[in-house]
């Protein structure tokens, strides 16, 4: 009969897993606790952006991901039309709220609707919005439903998220020159979630989600809402069956 994975033994494979940087399953929506940059921006810590620039890696506790996934925004609404930049400026609220810049954000959002090509939404499926605010108090409250490409909601499935969520430390830091006036001391802050932190049990159900909603309630000031996988490399796969297999060996030895 095969070894069976005792507690004990699935603990040390966590812990392994943890220790090579492989994703655990999260249940809570998660902080943004660093980000990678290109473009203009002056290293530190944190980062000062100083042009134009985008987010190219983002880590929560689950591990590090590249391959991120800017929305196109579409239907933004907000308190200052004229959204907050530095570096080339976007032409609407629409146009900061796409893609992965970080050199420009919306002013105060009341709300939007945020459509994700390319991406194969599913468990591993992440969600993230990075937010800009001007004091030391980070994020903003805000909600979240799901859509069609039609922009029509799916399902009753709702996440309301509280500004604690976000990170409390900044990402980066930011002075937008251009916009509904002037913004200085503009620091970053992230935040993670999934479909299960959405109440999604069946994935059946939202076979036609493509994206995702969002309710700013006047007070958000994203600069990016994102997409990204935490399915691990092909390799990692090889790992974690080793990792178990050799947990099972080793409580095995401790019983003998």
Not at 161 to 181: E, H, I, K, R
Not at 219 to 244: C, K, M, Q, R
């Amino acid at each position: 009969m095969k070894p069976r994975l005792t507690s004990r033994a699935a603990s040390l494979v966590s812990l392994l897993a943890i220790a090579l940087g492989l994703p655990l399953v999260h249940a809570t929506p998660l902080q943004v606790t660093d980000i990678g940059l290109s473009g203009s921006f002056t290293a530190g810590s944190p980062e000062i952006i100083t042009g134009n620039a985008t987010v190219t890696t983002l880590t929560t506790s689950e591990g590090t991901f590249s391959g991120l996934l800017g929305a196109v925004a579409n239907n933004v609404t907000a308190v200052n039309n004229t959204p907050y930049s530095i570096g080339t400026a976007p032409t609407d609220s629409n146009a900061a709220a796409s893609g992965l810049t970080v050199n420009d954000a919306v002013n105060n959002m009341n709300s939007g609707r945020f459509q994700f090509t390319g991406l194969t939404l599913n468990a591993s499926t992440r969600f993230f919005v990075l937010e800009t605010t001007p004091t030391t108090t980070y994020g903003d409250p805000f909600t979240v439903t799901l859509i069609n490409a039609s922009n029509v909601q799916v399902g009753s499935f709702t996440l309301s998220l509280l500004a604690a969520n976000f990170t409390q430390t900044s990402l980066a830091n930011v002075d937008y020159n251009t916009g509904t006036g002037t913004l200085t001391g503009g620091k970053l802050s992230g935040v993670s979630f999934s479909f299960t932190d959405l109440g999604v049990t069946d994935f059946g159900a939202i076979a036609s989600v493509t994206g995702i909603s969002i309710n700013g309630g006047g007070l958000l000031d994203p600069s990016v809402v994102g997409a990204y996988s935490v399915i691990p490399e092909p390799g990692s796969f090889g790992v974690l069956a080793g990792l178990a297999a050799f947990a099972a060996l080793v409580m095995r030895r401790r019983r003998s």
